[in-house]
């Protein structure tokens, strides 16, 4: 069965940083880019960054970009944010999902269950 | 940036029903449009993609249809289990979603 697991999320104070991690299973992972996507309590998605499938292609969110790293290790099959410089209003549920390409482009075939992320004093 | 708009924000509905969600885009958007369901303290789950084409293992009660900048998310009979927030996404430049349709017992 495709999995993927989200862990490290936790309170932190404004400035400070996190490193959030995805672990996946059931199905070849660097086979396939993967992204962060947040949920602020009580709102709607924001996707955050993505990372091609070897690694070596990401991109970001304007709200997070020079702040928010995003890696991955293939050969443990795992997907990394690291988040400095934390706001307020960082503060969400942050899932991984991973990606499915067809002629129409890429989405989101296969989603975590979320790591909660409180960013406060 | 594209924007994504969804109306209703929430829809009152009994089961039986025909619900109907409405996804517009800010720009044309060609069929690049996926659809999911989310139920809550869980992630999101594919419905449809490239506007109308359902996903593996999707009930066919569920349907997409549009293309360039107005969608539409149809569920023929609404079931118990499909209680949730729906919400679309377009995958033209980078992703963005629109803002979700809870679909709440009326």
């Known amino acids: 069965e495709r999995q993927l697991l989200e862990s490290g999320g936790g309170l932190v104070q404004p400035g400070g940083s996190l490193r959030l991690s995805c672990a996946a299973s059931?199905?070849?992972?660097?086979?396939?880019?993967m992204n962060w996507v947040r949920q602020a309590p009580g709102k709607g998605l924001e996707w955050v960054s993505a990372?091609?499938?070897?690694?070596?292609?990401?991109y970001y969110a304007d709200s997070v970009k020079g702040r928010f790293t995003i890696s991955r290790d293939n050969s443990q099959d795992t997907l990394y944010l690291q988040m400095h410089s934390l706001r307020a209003e960082d503060t969400a549920v942050y899932f991984c999902s991973k990606d499915i390409y067809d002629s129409s482009g890429y989405y989101f075939d296969l989603w975590g269950q979320g790591t909660l992320v409180t960013v406060s004093s | 940036d594209i924007q994504m708009t969804q109306s209703p924000s929430t829809l009152s509905a009994s089961v039986g029903d025909r619900v109907t969600i409405t996804c517009r885009a800010s720009?044309?958007?060609?069929?690049?449009l996926a659809w999911y369901q989310q139920k809550p303290g869980k992630g999101p789950k594919l419905l449809i993609y490239?506007?109308?084409t359902l996903e593996s293992g999707v009930p066919s009660r569920f349907s997409g249809s549009g293309s360039g900048t107005k969608f539409t998310l149809t569920i023929s009979s609404l079931q118990p289990d499909d209680f949730a927030t729906y919400y679309c996404?377009?995958?033209?430049?980078?992703?963005?979603f629109g803002q979700g349709t809870k679909v709440e017992v009326k």
């Open positions: 490239k506007a109308s």
């Open positions: 990372i091609s499938g070897a690694g070596g292609i990401t």
């Open positions: 059931g199905f070849t992972f660097s086979s396939y880019a």
């Open positions: 720009q044309s958007i060609s069929n690049w």
């Open positions: 996404q377009q995958y033209n430049t980078y992703w963005t």
